[in-house]
């Protein structure tokens, strides 16, 4: 669930895809007293059992389970989204097992797309991963030996709040100067080009034609990105690293000229550089890293945390 949109699949319990659908996030808005987003989730539940289970209602479906995903930060008992403070109104504290009659674990939505890439995705079969999003913002998750780092409040995996240039402004909306989202994401380009461009698509744009100044704005950023990628090599020494998001559509304009970064920078012991690789599920990541996440839910582990 995102801003904007809600993402549903349906898969089977070998992890095949069924169907899938799209609905309205509807941020703010009211329904008989409840979010409008709740409502729409529990809409489109039924539209995908009518199609693939006959009719039930999704609380006769013996054994089903239903995984979340949504911006946030996830309760250690995954049963709600701890804290998401100005946009999802009412998300904060929503049970979502009780308001669906079905399990239903709650991930951060960044979390949710790791799992998803390595489920059915670009890091197949990996053990240890690490994912960048790159769109208006910066996020990401780690996975390690197999296991995706969540943390002691479910901070893990904020990449994008990592400071590349520590003596840089405060401009992340954790107070992080010289944030690697501040040197590479969406919200910010017109600031970072003087109001020449306001979003990235249109600075790689004239990079690519050779315009001098978004040639100098883009290297910058990219050199920040792949000094990030190089840090978290170190850090998470994973066999791979999915990029994901909207920036990530741009081509060899990113990533040309991160290999050529990374050839710097990476520590490749017995010469052994790691895969940067793009994501493969694209907008329905998270979608399918929160039915992983369902499949592999069990609510007195949960409890346990």
């Given at each position: 669930?995102?801003?904007?949109?809600?993402?549903?699949?349906?898969?089977?319990?070998?992890?095949?895809?069924?169907?899938?659908?799209?609905?309205?996030?509807?941020?703010?808005?009211?329904?008989?007293?409840?979010p409008a987003w709740a409502d729409?989730?529990?809409?489109?539940?039924?539209?995908?059992?009518?199609?693939?289970?006959?009719?039930?209602?999704?609380?006769?479906?013996?054994?089903?389970?239903?995984?979340?995903?949504?911006?946030?930060?996830?309760?250690?008992?995954?049963?709600?989204?701890?804290?998401?403070?100005?946009?999802?109104?009412?998300?904060?504290?929503?049970?979502?097992?009780?308001?669906?009659?079905?399990?239903?674990?709650?991930?951060?939505?960044?979390?949710?797309?790791?799992?998803?890439?390595?489920?059915?995705?670009?890091?197949?079969g990996r053990s240890n991963v690490?994912?960048?999003?790159?769109?208006?913002?910066?996020?990401?998750?780690?996975?390690?030996?197999?296991?995706?780092?969540?943390?002691?409040?479910?901070?893990?995996?904020?990449?994008?709040?990592?400071?590349?240039?520590?003596?840089?402004?405060?401009?992340?909306?954790?107070?992080?100067?010289?944030?690697?989202?501040?040197?590479?994401?969406?919200?910010?380009?017109?600031?970072?080009?003087?109001?020449?461009?306001?979003?990235?698509?249109?600075?790689?744009?004239?990079?690519?034609?050779?315009?001098?100044?978004?040639?100098?704005?883009?290297?910058?950023?990219?050199?920040?990105?792949?000094?990030?990628?190089?840090?978290?090599?170190?850090?998470?020494?994973?066999?791979?690293?999915?990029?994901?998001?909207?920036?990530?559509?741009?081509?060899?304009?990113?990533?040309?000229?991160?290999?050529?970064?990374?050839?710097?920078?990476?520590?490749?012991?017995?010469?052994?550089?790691?895969?940067?690789?793009?994501?493969?599920?694209?907008?329905?990541?998270?979608?399918?890293?929160?039915?992983?996440?369902?499949?592999?839910?069990?609510?007195?582990?949960?409890?346990?945390?």
């Amino acid at each position: 669930m995102g801003g904007t949109a809600i993402k549903a699949a349906a898969f089977s319990a070998a992890g095949t895809l069924l169907d899938r659908r799209t609905g309205p996030t509807s941020d703010g808005g009211m329904i008989g007293g409840l979010p409008a987003w709740a409502d729409s989730v529990r809409r489109l539940m039924g539209e995908l059992d009518e199609a693939q289970c006959r009719g039930l209602p999704h609380t006769a479906r013996a054994g089903a389970s239903v995984g979340i995903a949504t911006p946030g930060l996830a309760s250690r008992d995954q049963l709600s989204i701890a804290s998401m403070p100005n946009r999802l109104v009412g998300i904060e504290g929503f049970n979502w097992t009780q308001w669906l009659g079905v399990p239903a674990p709650v991930l951060n939505d960044a979390h949710a797309a790791l799992l998803g890439e390595v489920w059915h995705g670009a890091a197949r079969g990996r053990s240890n991963v690490v994912m960048i999003t790159l769109g208006t913002g910066v996020g990401g998750a780690a996975m390690v030996d197999g296991r995706l780092l969540r943390g002691h409040l479910g901070r893990a995996g904020h990449l994008g709040h990592v400071t590349v240039a520590f003596n840089s402004p405060v401009a992340s909306i954790f107070g992080m100067p010289g944030a690697l989202e501040t040197a590479i994401g969406n919200y910010n380009v017109a600031q970072r080009s003087e109001g020449r461009f306001l979003d990235s698509r249109s600075l790689v744009e004239a990079a690519t034609a050779g315009d001098r100044q978004a040639v100098a704005i883009w290297e910058k950023s990219i050199q920040a990105l792949g000094c990030a990628i190089g840090s978290f090599i170190n850090a998470f020494d994973p066999e791979i690293v999915v990029i994901g998001g909207g920036v990530a559509k741009a081509g060899n304009a990113l990533w040309k000229p991160l290999q050529r970064v990374l050839d710097e920078v990476e520590w490749r012991p017995y010469g052994t550089a790691v895969p940067i690789v793009p994501a493969e599920l694209g907008d329905w990541s998270g979608a399918y890293g929160a039915a992983y996440a369902a499949l592999q839910f069990s609510p007195s582990d949960a409890q346990r945390k």
